[in-house]
């Protein structure tokens, strides 16, 4: 809670609901193959109306500026990219929503994306639910940059703290993290 107040505030509201909805300790195998003590899964959180206004609310306000769309690799994203949107038209701000999927689509035109496609060469920010060594998010981006649009930053909900920081710099992209697993771990409801 904060100090001055007994109600908290939105960012305390969202750890507390990824504490006790999302994140869980025990033995899992990750996405990766690697072995962890910690499993955060935000599905609970983002796909859930008021979960996600919390959500869509703080991510906006890690967007570029100068971003004409948000974007994600499904289906972690999809509900992100969604909400981010909407989060933005609620404020007046256009901004478009993409999904990168994971293989080119099997008919059709055979698109990687889908969505209101800005001119190349404009600013996209990938959102992302987990990062842990940002294979994921680099698959967007890759995408998107062969695509041509620009990508500089990355926006998470969590950042498990296992390379994928680095991983994002090693790319020439600035990773920001709503909360750290660390943050979320160390978490204890009031």
Same mark, same amino acid.
């Given at each position: 809670?904060?100090?001055?107040?007994?109600?908290?505030?939105?960012?305390?509201?969202?750890?507390?609901?990824?504490?006790?909805?999302?994140?869980?300790?025990?033995?899992?195998?990750?996405?990766?193959?690697?072995?962890?003590?910690?499993?955060?899964?935000?599905?609970?959180?983002?796909?859930?109306?008021?979960?996600?206004?919390?959500?869509?609310?703080?991510?906006?306000?890690?967007?570029?500026?100068?971003?004409?769309?948000?974007? *994600?690799?499904?289906?972690?994203?999809?509900?992100?990219?969604?909400?981010?949107?909407?989060?933005?038209?609620?404020?007046?701000?256009?901004?478009?929503?993409?999904?990168?999927?994971?293989?080119?689509?099997?008919? *059709?035109?055979?698109?990687?994306?889908? *969505?209101?496609?800005?001119?190349?060469?404009?600013?996209?920010?990938?959102?992302?639910?987990?990062?842990?060594?940002?294979?994921?998010?680099?698959?967007?981006?890759?995408?998107?940059?062969?695509?041509?649009?620009?990508?500089?930053?990355?926006?998470?909900?969590?950042?498990?703290?296992?390379?994928?920081?680095?991983?994002?710099?090693?790319?020439?992209?600035?990773?920001?993290?709503?909360?750290?697993?660390?943050?979320?771990?160390?978490?204890?409801?009031?």
């Amino acid at each position: 809670m904060s100090e001055s107040s007994s109600v908290p505030t939105e960012r305390e509201q969202l750890l507390n609901r990824l504490a006790t909805l999302a994140y869980r300790r025990g033995e899992f195998t990750l996405a990766s193959g690697r072995k962890s003590e910690h499993y955060v899964n935000c599905k609970p959180v983002s796909l859930s109306g008021s979960g996600l206004a919390l959500i869509s609310r703080a991510m906006l306000t890690q967007v570029e500026a100068d971003a004409v769309a948000v974007a *994600g690799l499904t289906l972690g994203a999809d509900p992100l990219v969604s909400g981010v949107a909407m989060a933005a038209a609620d404020r007046g701000r256009e901004l478009d929503a993409l999904i990168v999927r994971k293989e080119a689509k099997g008919h *059709g035109t055979g698109a990687w994306l889908e *969505g209101p496609l800005p001119a190349p060469g404009t600013l996209i920010t990938v959102l992302e639910d987990v990062v842990t060594t940002g294979g994921s998010s680099l698959k967007a981006v890759r995408q998107l940059r062969d695509a041509g649009y620009q990508v500089n930053r990355v926006v998470t909900i969590v950042d498990r703290e296992e390379g994928g920081d680095a991983a994002m710099t090693a790319d020439s992209l600035e990773l920001i993290s709503l909360y750290k697993l660390s943050e979320i771990a160390a978490f204890t409801p009031a």
